[in-house]
């Protein structure tokens, strides 16, 4: 089992950044390949990053890609998604998840564990 509660969430304006940071529990938290997810309002929940177990290997959304940075520190149990230049349409909540198969999964329902989600809103 393991629990995940994310963080670092905020307003921020175009073209600002903010670290998210998602906090897991649990001493088995580096067997686990890491993603980070997004919804905006009445939109599905979308794929934005994924990290492996090691944190050597990692995998973006294109809209993402260039502007946001997943990593993680398995020592403090925490993965993090740095994002910059940030855009009006990056606005939406954000969720941790881990899953235990390969890290390459940009599907919800790969996944075995979420956090509550953190809300971004970025203005124009």
């Known amino acids: 089992q393991v629990q995940l509660v994310e963080s670092g969430g905020g307003l921020v304006q175009a073209g600002g950044s903010l670290r998210l940071s998602c906090a897991a529990s649990g001493r088995t938290f580096s067997r686990y390949a890491m993603g980070w997810f997004r919804q905006a309002p009445g939109k599905e929940r979308e794929f934005v990053a994924a990290i492996s177990w090691s944190g050597g290997r990692t995998y973006y959304a294109d809209s993402v890609k260039g502007r946001f940075t997943i990593s993680r520190d398995n020592a403090k149990n925490t993965v993090y998604l740095q994002m910059n230049s940030l855009k009006p349409e990056d606005t939406a909540v954000y969720y941790c998840?881990?899953?235990?198969?390969?890290?390459?999964?940009?599907?919800?329902?790969?996944?075995?564990?979420w956090g509550q989600g953190t809300q971004v809103t970025v203005s124009s």
């Open positions: 998840a881990a899953r235990s198969g390969p890290y390459r999964s940009i599907t919800p329902y790969e996944y075995d564990y």
